[in-house]
């Protein structure tokens, strides 16, 4: 009765599906050895997911430091993309000026992925008041297609935005506290004009606005384009031309499009070309970032080799055993590590909901690092940091962290692959 | 049938570098059906001899054959293999995997053929039936007494069909009722499936049932005879 049903003959003949029955048998064992050990799993697991939510936050306040000093750089005056005549971006004089705008700006009316687009005249000149005076950066705009390149009309916190009207300025805060100005007092602007004479005109304080980069705070200030021309001596021509497109991501291939539309007497950068520190500051943090991965890996990595050292030399006679029955060393080196796997994958799924979690509520009320404050303007943040979620860190913990603790778990499970049977019988 | 044969197999321990020389040059011949005791005080080689015969070690000098192939050309997983076929193993204690249930660590070893999972049941449920454990099918072994986890490991030594069985001291740790018991559930294995039985023990009334007795001193065969059971 017992030889009629032979196991032999019933034998299933396909590899996978034996090893999907394996994997089954070995993780219900794994699982139960994790709860036979509930102390010693939790530990661990609670150190999986801490190391985790500490990862996802670094990365997120990372990135959304540097994406905010991008931003608020692009926003403030940057833009995407900037259009000067060739060798201006080098040589900032406005004998590099661009004669001819309409034949830029049917470019740009005709391109696809142009949002926005703002002419502009930028001087480097001296401004006075009654009290003191200044360098400066005195930027001729478009009140109205301004508004829609950079945030200066949002960033207004006295006063009123350009009307179009003449003489009237906006002006940065630590510029007009420098010069001690406030609304309605005059400022005269000095500079280079297109004649090599220098050209003068009188200004009034119409607005004052604050941006969180302490650098550009003290250095700008808006006028109508037109009053700008008439101080340089430019007629129609423009210096700069301001281009925010639609998709970020399709920054590069507009340029391109720009460049070749515009030829060789234009030149077409983007705010990639134009922030190169910034930009270089990205890839810095991104390294900086896999530094910190690589620390929390190895502490893992250890913690992890020494929960599963103890759990294999508990079980020596266990193993013996499983030897002895014929279970194959392969198979026990598979055991060992789907064990700490499963404490992988459990606490990187934990550890990512909670880190994802908080990183999304912080990334709306943002994170008040007020007290360094000062720090942070000068490098064009702000004092709250909204840190980010982004796939990519998602993706880094989703591989790194299971694969960490498998990792971990190898030189256990060499450990127990070497046992030898009889010794781990006797083993009492 | 042969199923076991040794040829002047000796075995050398090192005890911190002192050599302990547990078998001394061995040959014996196991023939199928056999139920066989292997006697001897402590320390005069049984386990090591147990041992050798189950592929869990090698001799140090010497032929080992199972069923006529001789073990020492296998690699470590054609062992394996073989003894997940054909050997079964009853260890004096600690036999289970204490995590699984009775049922569960009888289906272990059918999962390693890669028998799936109706017929890995069934099977069990028909082992633990036939020895008449049922009622363990779902206890884990520290729900179990020693006699009861003695038993599931019989179950689990012969739920695969193998045809050698080897007990090291099966009932060391259990008393003389259980013992009993458990014995007569081997006898019954051997005499209606004709499964091969090597036991090593001292204990008497393992030694009272054995058909054939091997009295093992210092690491030598110093009476191989036909058991009182037989007689
Ligand atoms: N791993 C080992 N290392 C050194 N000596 C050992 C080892 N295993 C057994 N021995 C020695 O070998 C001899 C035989 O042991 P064993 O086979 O366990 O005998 P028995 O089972 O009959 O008590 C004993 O002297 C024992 O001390
Ligand atoms: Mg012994």
């Known amino acids: 009765m017992l030889h009629t049903d032979a196991p032999g003959n019933t034998r299933q003949n396909g590899r996978w599906s034996s090893i999907v029955l394996i994997v089954k048998m070995l993780l219900t064992v794994a699982w139960r050895n994790l709860l036979r050990n509930r102390r010693r799993s939790v530990i661990v697991f609670i150190s999986i997911v801490v190391g985790i939510t500490a990862v996802m936050f670094n990365d997120g306040l990372s990135i959304g430091m540097i994406s905010q000093m991008l931003e608020n750089s692009i926003g403030s005056h940057v833009s995407h993309i900037q259009i000067h005549a060739k060798g201006f971006n080098d040589n900032r004089v406005i004998q590099n000026n661009m004669a001819t705008p309409s034949e830029v700006e049917n470019v740009l009316r005709d391109t696809p992925g142009i949002a926005h687009w703002s002419p502009r005249v930028v001087s480097f000149g001296l401004l006075s008041s009654a009290l003191n005076s200044s360098g400066g950066v005195i930027v001729g705009v478009d009140p109205e297609r301004e508004q829609d390149v950079t945030t200066i009309r949002r960033s207004i916190v006295e006063g009123s935005y350009l009307t179009g009207a003449p003489r009237e300025v906006v002006i940065a805060r630590r510029l007009a506290d420098k010069l001690q100005v406030g609304l309605g007092d005059k400022v005269v602007g000095m500079a280079s004009a297109l004649s090599g004479d220098v050209g003068s005109d009188l200004f009034r304080v119409t607005g004052i606005f604050e941006t969180v980069s302490s650098e550009f705070d003290k250095a700008y200030m808006f006028t109508s384009i037109d009053n700008a021309r008439s101080m340089l001596e430019l007629e129609d021509r423009v210096l700069e031309y301001a281009v925010i497109v639609r998709d970020i991501n399709e920054v590069e291939d507009i340029a391109a499009s720009l460049r070749s539309k515009l030829g060789d007497e234009y030149e077409v950068l983007t705010y990639i070309d134009l922030l190169p520190i910034l930009v270089s500051q990205v890839d810095m943090y991104q390294s900086m970032m896999y530094v910190v991965y690589l620390i929390i890996a190895l502490a893992m990595i250890f913690g992890i080799i020494n929960t599963m050292l103890m759990s294999v030399f508990e079980r020596i006679q266990e193993f013996g055993v499983l030897m002895a029955i014929g279970m194959r060393v392969r198979r026990i080196f598979l055991m060992v590590l789907l064990e700490a796997g499963m404490l992988g994958v459990l606490g990187t799924a934990v550890g990512l909901l909670l880190g994802s979690g908080l990183l999304l509520l912080f990334s709306h009320i943002g994170i008040d690092f007020s007290i360094f404050s000062e720090g942070l303007t000068s490098f064009g943040v702000g004092a709250v940091i909204y840190p980010r979620l982004t796939p990519d860190t998602i993706l880094n913990v989703l591989i790194i962290i299971p694969l960490t603790t498998v990792l971990g778990a190898v030189y256990p499970a060499v450990r127990a692959m070497r046992l030898q049977p009889v010794a781990a019988i006797r083993y009492v | ?231």
Do not use: C, W
Not at chain 2, 40 to 49: D, E, F, H, N, V
Not at chain 2, 65 to 81: H, N, Q, T, Y
Not at chain 2, 153 to 164: C, D, H, K, L, W
């Open chain 2, 1 to 231: 049938m042969e199923v076991i044969r040794l040829e002047n197999v000796e075995k050398t321990y090192s005890d911190n570098g002192v050599p302990v020389h547990a078998l001394r040059g061995i040959d014996l011949r196991i023939t199928q059906g056999e139920f066989t005791v292997i006697a001897g005080p402590s320390g005069s080689g049984k386990t090591t001899l147990l041992n050798i015969m189950g592929a869990l070690d090698r001799a140090s000098k010497g032929k080992v054959f199972l069923e006529k192939e001789s073990i020492g050309e296998k690699s470590r997983d054609e062992i394996s293999a073989f003894r997940l076929e054909k050997l079964g193993f009853v260890f004096q204690a600690y036999n289970l995997i204490p995590v699984l249930t009775a049922m569960e660590n009888v289906e272990f070893t059918m999962m390693l053929l890669g028998i799936d999972e109706k017929q890995r049941r069934d099977r069990a449920r028909e082992v633990l039936r036939e020895l008449d454990i049922e009622e363990l099918a779902n206890k884990r072994p520290n729900e179990m007494s020693g006699g009861q986890q003695q038993r599931v490991a019989v179950a689990r030594a012969i739920v695969n069909n193998p045809s050698i069985i080897l007990a090291d001291e099966p009932t060391a740790n259990l008393d003389s009722a259980t013992g009993a018991n458990l014995l007569d559930l081997m006898e019954k294995m051997n005499r209606d499936h004709n499964l091969t039985f090597i036991f090593s023990s001292h204990d008497r009334q393992v030694i009272d049932r054995a058909r054939r007795l091997i009295i093992l001193k210092d690491g030598l065969i110093a009476e191989d005879r036909n058991g009182s059971a037989e007689a």
